[in-house]
């Protein structure tokens, strides 16, 4: 790394090449970090996560119970050690609270006055975060699986969401209703993103199999239709035109928006040229996926060959997303991992499981330096691990 | 949590390990590394020949050279490179989605011929092998590429059928096969299981690889036990975990 410093002060090298080697080397280094918590405040399982794109300070979480939570990451005290509070939260007892289990949160792209929230109860609801009360609720006739609304958009305020039904609806957040359906599938939605690179192009993963990109400015229908096999019909008759063997779980694009990762029931991970449709046929191998629902997974971000962190039953498998090698598989949950976001300002992982747990996983990379002073040592110390007994020989 | 951690930026990161890992451990099993063509060449050698009367031709599995080539997205890439030269065919075998056969091209001409002399298909089957084998190197074939391009008549896709060239897949659309292959299978996949169950009847369901090598194969593994444990690695069906002691093969926990 001095290396790199003095390169960078002489000229040398690029800056962003010393950002980008030293964020892959924390990425390299996650693991789970005694003096990194998160507030247990969830019941049940946490089933969606989300950090806001704009400071990477607050995370939401949505839960099995209902329950939405806010989180501020930001380590504002001076030790070490820290938990992650939950700055607010729309509990059980709130008026507007879901009924049923939240399944996707997300906040508002461009800034963390408004996330919007939807869940089992057939109800997308937009909140305003500082009086946490409801903006606005859409209504659907079937349950919703996921949502997402465009991270770039600026000319319009599309949510796309995903239903039990075959058809995607796009809601408009200035009008207040739906203003477009696209038809094309045939099962349920299971997974809907933007592109973070242009505004207009949708994907949308379902339970028949087909991952479908869409241009919403077309009134005709999909643009492509990805196909696991590229067209050959070499493969079995059956796979034809279809992006994975089973149900397609999730969608995730890379952070420039030219490949699209998928996972599928066929306990597959695809990567997609997002332009052409094309399989690039890079095999991850077996990446076990019992989901019945969508799975979230993520990519990070600004590494020099970015990574995929995938939940894989209760552990977190990561790969390299361009060359499909196996990294580390980071075990630390109980049950199984349902989801997790990256934070990619200080490389930092958050899953949420069904064990009601959220774990913070924190690059670690050097051991603290022992303090010369006993003193402040045991300051530092967290009181759950401080001692209880003299070391006197005395008695009490 | 796996301690091996890959560098992917290699000298450049410096990164700081905590405990130095050497390169993935040489046994009996892992000896090779590089490129797909060596890992079927050993793969071959291990099929046994005798077992068949030498009807059949070697078939090494795709799952099988995952095991001997670590990286799975070059080893693809490097049979699909073989294929399109022609230095070797796939077949689907018939009991899984992903499960592909390699074989070499020549070892399969020669079987074929071999089984299919003096049969009244021979004729069939020899301008089946010299013009559409080497034009063609997918894992299946249509009926228009048949007729039209190859001239391929009804009565002599009925003689490939029946010489075991072909396999019926849909109205229209037929597998490469090989002829005999389903004692193969039939073995193939009882013995899958039989190794399998001795992972799983192993106490806390792990065997170290070279005890279990060492063991007796029951009567159900006919192709030798070496054959299926590589199978059983690059299908993922057990987890290959490095220990002080060797390999351990243990089983997964979902």
Redesign the interface.
Known sequence: ?LG?LSARQAGLEDPRRFRR?ES??RV??L?LNKDRDVERIHSSGVNTLDIEPVERRYMLSGGSDGVIVLYDLENSSRQPYYTCKAVCSVGRNHPDVHKYSVETVQWYPHDTGMFTSSSFDKTLKVWDTNTLQTADVFNFEETVYSHHMSPVATKHCLVAVGTRGPKVQLCDLKSGSCSHILQGHKQEILAVSWSPRYDHILATASADSRVKLWDVRRASGCLITLDQNNG??????E?ANTAH?GKVNGLCFTSDGLHLLTVGTDNRMRLWNSSSGENT??????V?N?SKKGLKFTVSCGC??EFVFVPY??TIAVY?VY???Q??????HYKSVDCCVFQSNFQELYSGSRDCNILAWVPS?YEPLPEEDETKTKSRLNPAFEDAWSSSDEEG | ??Q???R??PQ?????RRRERGPVDADALRGESGSARAAVAELVRLFPRGLFEDALPPIALRSQV?SLVP???A???QLKELQEQGEIRVI?LGFD?DAHGIIFTEDYTTRVLKACDGRPCAGAVQRFLASVLPACG???F?QDQMTQTFGFRDSEITHLVNAGVLTV??VG?WWLAVPGAGRFIKYFVKGRQAVLGMVRKAKYREVLLSELLGRRAPAAVRLGLAYHVHDLIG??LVDCISTTSGTVLRL???
């Open positions: 790394m790199f080697a892959t080397r390299l280094g693991e050959e019909k070499s493969q079995a008759a796979s063997n046929l890079v095999n991850y191998g077996k076990c019992n020099s060959s039953g209760s390299t060359s499909g090698e990294i580390t598989m980071l075990k630390g990379l | 949590m796996s091996k951690r890959h992917l930026v450049t990161l410096g990164l700081k995952y990286d799975r997205t080893a693809d890439r689907q989605l997918d894992l299946s249509q897949r849909d659309s299908a993922q997964p926990e979902t």
